[in-house]
């Protein structure tokens, strides 16, 4: 069940939605050019004012909180992890550390409650090629609601969630989440 590929491109898109370039096949490099992105570039119109939110799992999300599996969606969790990726990003491969208040985000984030919870555990394994091994890339898929009057101050890592997704194996694109209305 596996498939040959040519990666032919790679680009980026800015905060105007421009396509960078970051590879091209044809130049075997990978251009350290890709655009900053900043979380304000990511915001809605509305988002700040958010006393609601409805976030939906597209790909399995697969998170512990300090040491323990989360098997339910709450929004602290998500946050505290949003935050900690979002921070090893930017001191790795942008600016430096995030200038937050990390106890502050994580005490507004324990603020706000799921409301409704319409997730289920998946169970999805790959294996190893070169190992054999099976590694399990299950998680919770499906949607969640909250509410709470700290959303709109959070929304910057809701936002910024949506892109670099939460949880183990986002590198592998698992932890992918949506706005929804």
């Known amino acids: 069940r596996r498939a040959r590929f040519d990666l032919v491109e790679v680009a980026a898109l800015d905060a105007e939605a421009r396509h960078v370039t970051v590879y091209q096949a044809a130049t075997p490099l990978v251009s350290l050019t890709a655009p900053t992105l900043r979380a304000a570039d990511l915001m809605n119109p509305g988002d700040g004012d958010r006393s609601k939110l409805t ?50 985000v994580s005490a507004m984030a324990e603020s706000v409650k799921l409301v409704r919870n319409a997730t289920q555990l998946v169970e999805v394994n790959r294996r ?31 936002r910024v969630g949506e892109v670099i997704h939460a949880g183990k194996h986002a590198a592998f694109g698992n932890g992918g989440m949506e706005v929804g209305g």
């Open 55 to 104: 976030l939906r799992f597209s790909t399995p999300l697969d998170l512990k909180d300090r040491g323990v599996p989360v098997g339910i969606p709450d929004f602290a969790p998500i946050i505290r992890r949003l935050r900690d990726r979002a921070n090893a990003l930017a001191t790795f491969f942008a600016d430096g550390p995030l200038a937050l208040d990390f106890k502050g």
């Open 128 to 158: 190893s090629s070169r190992t054999g091994q099976r590694h399990d890339l299950g998680g919770l898929v499906g949607e969640a609601e909250y509410a709470g009057e700290m959303i709109g101050k959070l929304m910057p890592l809701v």
